[in-house]
């Protein structure tokens, strides 16, 4: 084990977390056109929203499908793995797939996304390389152009995952908003838990509703 003195733990840890903050920082430069589309393709979705992902990404994608859900827009996490052995059969022409990758290079992911295009409205790529064999397929591609160094060693994918996630946070609240769906409704379906204790607990005080829920703006 390599030792380290206390200056160099501290250096590295700061510099990790600046290449972090940097590459959330580089989620920002995607909001654009091609966001709003994937934003109005969100909110229109008469079906569910289908997230996935492989690797570290699929664990973003699942995240990604819980927080949709939780805000007001139908969603489920698929695994291209699980998708390519019947999992496919899920999906209707009124669902709308997004896939998250950072190369784009998943031979698993890419055919599960040219099979899942041709039975649902739509399929969005968000991704840190703007031309691969998965945007080819993709009717909108939210690209990320992220710094050298921001997944540890160039493999690990610690600040590009972040900022996958920041871009899907971002769609789930513009999402959330253009359905209308205000903080409270969402507590009937986060009924148990600090989160829900904590929000009930100050809708109980009075004169402070407003400030536990806020509004839906």
């Not at 669902?95 to 399929?123: H, M, P, Q, T, Y």
């Not at 968000?126 to 060693?153: K, Q, W």
Request: one cysteine or more; proline letters at 3%.
């Amino acid at each position: 084990m390599a030792a380290l003195s206390d200056e160099e733990v501290a250096a590295r840890a700061l510099a990790v977390i600046d290449a972090d903050h940097r590459a959330v920082g580089a989620a920002a430069a995607c909001v654009g056109p091609d966001f709003v589309r994937v934003a109005r393709l969100l909110a229109s979705c008469r079906g569910k929203v289908l997230v996935t992902g492989s690797g570290t990404s699929g664990i973003v994608a699942s995240r990604a499908a819980h927080l949709f859900s939780f805000c007001g827009t139908p969603s489920f996490y698929l695994s291209p793995a699980d998708g390519l052995h019947g999992g496919l059969g899920a999906l209707q022409p009124d669902d709308f797939v997004i896939a998250l990758s950072k190369f784009g290079g998943s031979d698993e992911l890419n055919e599960f996304c040219r099979l899942a295009r041709a039975r649902c409205s739509g399929l969005a790529v968000v991704t840190a390389r703007a031309a691969s064999p998965l945007t080819a397929l993709a009717d909108v591609v939210l690209a990320i152009h992220l710094e050298d160094d921001a997944d540890l060693g160039g493999i690990a994918a610690t600040g590009s995952s972040l900022a996958m996630g920041a871009i899907i946070d971002a769609l789930v609240e513009v999402a959330r908003l253009s359905r209308g769906v205000t903080w409270e409704a969402m507590l009937d379906t986060h009924p148990l838990g600090g989160v829900a204790h904590d929000a009930r607990a100050r809708q109980a005080a009075p004169g402070d509703r407003a400030s536990a829920l806020g509004s839906a703006t």
